[in-house]
């Protein structure tokens, strides 16, 4: 088995799942752990980001104590769950007013939009420890932050990322379409890119989100175009 496919493998759930269940550790209950389900995007290097309200019990809890573990969850499905993918990652939930991240949080979760600027509405990037990969059973690996997390140059591709986004949808729905219904087997029309990173793209249709990986990494506004191209054309020769 390749050193890097529990990375890999953990990566590919955490930025195609939209939501995990967040667990911190309840401060007026003597440390109680405290599950509970929340919204999140992942970052270019794949750190969690997430957008809570000062009021919920689960902000409470990161005032007094901000370690916390996301579990993300790929079993949906199966005759048995067991035997499915899900990695939980640990590490401190760290407040960001960072504008990219808002903008990019709001384009994966355009609900978001109607209360992201509520002041008690806070942001966070989670500055990640550690994670624990079960792939079924037997497929058991801690992996450390430095090799879970993204660490190729992508400098270029954030600043070009709503460009490329807003370039897609507006000039291309067609390809998006195609992505969706050809190469992911989903249904429908009006399929819409939310984000693009290093290894793949976001897309959406109402409350479906859905992954498409690349072939191989992409750093640049003219990589991205590249890998964006070549899917195209996989798509239009799949029967």
Same mark, same amino acid.
């Not at 529990?6 to 109680?32: E, K, V, Y």
């Not at 504008?99 to 990037?125: G, K, M, N, Q, V």
């Not at 430095?146 to 591709?157: I, Q, V």
């Given at each position: @088995?390749?050193?890097?496919?529990?990375?890999?493998?953990?990566? #590919?759930?955490?930025?195609?799942?939209?939501?995990?269940?967040?667990?911190?550790?309840?401060?007026?209950?003597?440390?109680?752990?405290?599950?509970?389900?929340?919204?999140? @995007?992942?970052?270019?290097?794949?750190?969690?980001?997430?957008?809570?309200?000062?009021?919920? *019990?689960?902000?409470?809890? !990161?005032?007094?104590?901000?370690?916390?573990?996301?579990?993300?969850?790929?079993?949906?499905?199966?005759?048995?769950?067991?035997?499915?993918? #899900?990695?939980?990652?640990?590490?401190?939930? $760290? *407040?960001?007013?960072?504008? &990219?991240?808002?903008?990019?949080?709001?384009?994966?979760?355009?609900?978001?939009?109607?209360?992201?600027?509520?002041?008690?509405? &806070?942001?966070?990037?989670?500055?990640?420890? $550690?994670?624990?990969?079960?792939?079924?059973?037997?497929?058991?690996?801690?992996?450390?932050?430095?090799?879970?997390?993204?660490?190729?140059?992508?400098?270029?591709?954030?600043?070009?990322?709503?460009?490329? /986004? *807003?370039?897609?949808?507006?000039?291309?729905?067609?390809?998006?379409?195609?992505?969706?219904?050809? !190469?992911?087997?989903?249904?429908?029309?009006?399929?819409?890119?939310?984000?693009?990173?290093?290894?793949?793209?976001?897309? &959406?249709?109402?409350?479906? /989100?859905? &992954?498409?990986?690349?072939?191989?990494?992409?750093?640049?506004?003219?990589?991205?175009?590249?890998?964006?191209?070549?899917?195209?054309?996989?798509? #239009?020769?799949?029967?």
């Amino acid at each position: @088995m390749s050193q890097l496919y529990p990375a890999q493998t953990s990566r #590919r759930l955490i930025r195609a799942c939209d939501r995990a269940t967040l667990a911190t550790a309840q401060a007026d209950s003597d440390g109680w752990p405290y599950g509970s389900l929340v919204l999140v @995007m992942a970052d270019h290097d794949a750190a969690p980001v997430l957008l809570l309200s000062n009021l919920a *019990e689960h902000s409470k809890n !990161l005032a007094a104590d901000n370690r916390v573990s996301l579990l993300f969850d790929d079993t949906a499905g199966l005759d048995d769950p067991l035997t499915g993918a #899900r990695v939980t990652v640990l590490g401190e939930a $760290r *407040e960001t007013d960072d504008p &990219r991240l808002r903008a990019r949080f709001i384009a994966r979760h355009p609900s978001a939009r109607d209360y992201a600027t509520f002041t008690d509405f &806070r942001f966070y990037r989670l500055a990640v420890t $550690r994670a624990h990969l079960v792939a079924g059973f037997g497929v058991i690996h801690w992996i450390d932050a430095d090799a879970l997390l993204w660490r190729g140059d992508a400098a270029e591709l954030i600043t070009r990322e709503t460009d490329i /986004v *807003e370039h897609m949808n507006a000039d291309h729905a067609d390809a998006l379409d195609l992505y969706a219904n050809r !190469l992911l087997g989903l249904p429908g029309s009006g399929w819409t890119m939310t984000g693009i990173d290093p290894e793949g793209c976001d897309l &959406r249709l109402g409350g479906t /989100v859905a &992954r498409l990986l690349f072939d191989g990494p992409v750093h640049d506004a003219d990589t991205a175009r590249q890998a964006l191209v070549a899917a195209v054309n996989r798509a #239009r020769t799949q029967d």
